[in-house]
């Protein structure tokens, strides 16, 4: 069995998942704000779990990695800075763990998902924040920052800030008093999509996708806004630009468990599991 580890800035979510890559447990805790007691609330999740051999596992976590040492610098929202929660987890699950952001990683799972049809991968993330993924053939380009729209600079309304600031689910909700789920009327989203075309536009120009997926908490709700988000990177349209197919995430909510699954496969592939 393999272990997925999603770290959220409010819930955490540990699975267990069979050789196939098919959910067999899944448990969630509240993620504490203090980091050693987060190492508690795993141990009781895994526990409490009926699986107790793992043959490999991957965490998914928000905030920027340090690929070479294992560290991991920022968690988002969260106030744990600079810790090893990849080694602190290996201890506690007694099988290798490999890490990855987890934008990356949802990234990684919607790719696998397409592999038959595209090469290069784009995915982008509209929850809370905007996380940005790009995958080339199956693998996770880490050159593409682990910050997405939180750096990325844009002009809205006469000022230049994050994309983030005003073109992520936390944005919406301040802007309109609703979440995405509660958004119906196509004037609002014509708004949304205006904001998130202007930083798509730029990604596209960056990374040269095959193919765009559309992932998290807004990108659940893609068939009320997809056409209209089409219509906005049209009026972007340039004679050397090849504005990509667009698509909603198959997997939105579970995208970062698998890609913990499809991770670890990638990075230990001599596990074999039971």
Same mark, same amino acid.
């Given at each position: %069995? ?61 905030? %920027? ?210």
């Amino acid at each position: %069995m393999y272990l997925g580890v999603d770290i959220g800035g409010t819930k955490t979510l540990v699975t267990a998942l069979d050789k196939h890559g098919v959910i067999k447990e899944q448990i969630k805790f509240p993620t504490p704000q203090n980091y050693d007691d987060f190492g508690v609330e795993i141990k009781k999740a895994l526990d409490s779990l009926e699986t107790k051999d793992f043959v490999a596992g991957g965490l998914g976590m928000p905030g %920027m990695l340090e690929r070479d040492t294992g560290e991991t610098v920022s968690f988002g929202n969260l106030p744990w800075k600079h810790v090893f929660i990849g080694h602190d987890v290996e201890r506690i699950a007694k099988c290798p763990i490999a890490i990855e952001n987890d934008a990356k990683l949802a990234g990684l799972s919607e790719a696998m998902l397409l592999k038959d049809r595209y090469d290069k991968v784009l995915y982008i993330t509209v929850s809370t924040g905007i996380g940005v993924a790009l995958t080339d053939k199956g693998k996770i380009d880490t050159s593409l920052g682990d910050s997405g729209g939180a750096t990325l600079m844009l002009e809205h309304h006469g000022k230049l800030m994050p994309w983030e600031h005003f073109a992520s689910g936390h944005a919406i909700v301040e802007r309109f008093g609703k979440k995405a789920m509660d958004i119906h009327d196509e004037k609002t989203w014509k708004i949304i999509v205006h904001d998130i075309a202007k930083g798509l536009i730029e990604l596209i120009a960056i990374t040269e996708p095959d193919a765009i997926v559309i992932g998290g908490s807004v990108g659940t709700y893609f068939d009320r806004y997809g056409k209209l988000l089409k219509e906005e990177l049209k009026n972007y349209h340039l004679p050397l630009m090849k504005i990509p197919p667009l698509m909603g995430a198959q997997r939105p909510e579970e995208a970062v468990i698998y890609g913990c699954y499809d991770y670890a496969k990638q990075v230990f592939p001599h596990a074999s599991a039971h």
